[in-house]
């Protein structure tokens, strides 16, 4: 009864730490990795994604050699449907969150016009960039807002999910059914 005790023991032990281990390794690849300098990876809402995508694939459809870039790009949920649907166009997603990027290179190896970059958007070029992507938090996006309207390409738009870019007013607001569900098309 007593070497039953202790091996529940040992085990119960092992199960523990396993969920210690496991937590701890969880937090360094989320919160260490990139929360402090950008936005938490949160997807898209599938009718705000699904009309986003719609309207780019629709500038994208007659045009040769553009580059899409998606600051903040998660998963690659914009990105990768447009890189399958445009070969001919490059797709750029650019995510300082280790999971998120991991598995947006994963997702993206099928595909030869989509590339990941792990880096802080703050420290990316910008100005190549025909379509922009901006899904951040209202926060992030008062500080992003400078380096679009100073580094984006004459003639570029953007279309930022939710929170408008400060101090540039959109060429189209886009609302489907609330300001949750809403997205800002800017074109400089």
């Known amino acids: 009864m007593e070497i039953?005790?202790?091996i529940s023991l040992v085990v119960l032990f092992i199960i523990i730490a396993a969920i210690l281990i496991v937590s701890i390794v969880f937090i360094y690849f989320t919160v260490s990795s990139g929360f402090m300098h950008s936005s938490p990876p949160v997807p898209s809402c599938g009718k705000v994604k699904d009309a986003m995508?719609?309207?780019?694939?629709?500038?994208l459809r007659d045009k040769e050699g553009k580059i899409v870039m998606d600051l903040g790009s998660g998963w690659g949920t914009l990105l990768l449907p447009l890189?399958?649907?445009?070969p001919q166009h490059t797709f750029i997603g650019i995510e300082y969150g280790r999971i998120p990027y991991m598995v947006s290179c994963l997702r993206a190896k099928k595909y030869k016009n989509a590339r990941f970059y792990r880096q802080n958007f703050f420290d990316t070029d910008i100005s190549q960039a025909?379509?922009?992507?901006?899904?951040?938090?209202?926060?992030?996006?008062?500080?992003?807002?400078?380096?679009?309207?100073?580094?984006?390409k004459k003639g570029a738009y953007a279309y930022a999910n939710r929170f408008p870019i400060q101090g540039k007013e959109p060429q189209k607001e886009v609302s489907l059914g609330s300001k949750y569900y809403t997205y800002y098309i800017y074109k400089f």
Do not use: G, H, R
């Open 4 to 6: 039953l005790s202790f």
């Open 83 to 86: 890189a399958k649907q445009f």
């Open 53 to 59: 995508l719609k309207d780019v694939a629709e500038y």
């Open 130 to 152: 025909d379509v922009i992507f901006l899904f951040l938090l209202n926060s992030t996006m008062a500080k992003l807002s400078n380096k679009c309207i100073s580094e984006a």
